[in-house]
Nanobody, 121 residues
């Protein structure tokens, strides 16, 4: 089982910065794409950014130029640097790793517990 533990988040004023982290421990698996999602009350969970094992990145239009996704493959850790934050960025943020056990064929999605980000105006 791949367990993800998120850290970071909190309350910040508009224009400020926050950094989210998502880490997993253990051995015997490899992860391909790692992603961050956001979910506002009453809304569906939406993709914010993703990064492949080769470090190709993809961003939602709403965060391009403000957020940066990165990963440390050796430490199986994912990061999201959020700069120039806006009140509309307020949401619960979730990380997702797509991983498979060594010698396994099928990949499985694993989710973090979520962390609240609140941006005040």
């Amino acid at each position: 089982q791949v367990e993800l533990v998120q850290s970071g988040g909190g309350l910040v004023q508009a224009g400020g910065s926050l950094r989210l982290s998502c880490a997993t421990s253990g051995t015997g698996f490899s992860c391909s794409t790692m992603s961050w999602y956001q979910q506002s009350p009453g809304q569906q969970r939406e993709l914010v950014a993703s990064i492949t094992s080769a470090r190709f990145t993809n961003y939602a239009d709403s965060v391009k130029g403000r957020f940066t996704i990165s990963r440390d493959n050796a430490a199986n850790t994912l990061y999201l640097q959020m700069d120039s934050l806006k009140p509309e960025d307020t949401a619960v943020y979730y990380c997702k790793f797509t991983c498979r056990r060594t010698y396994a064929v099928r990949f499985t999605d694993y989710w973090g517990q979520g962390t609240q980000v609140t941006v005040s105006s």
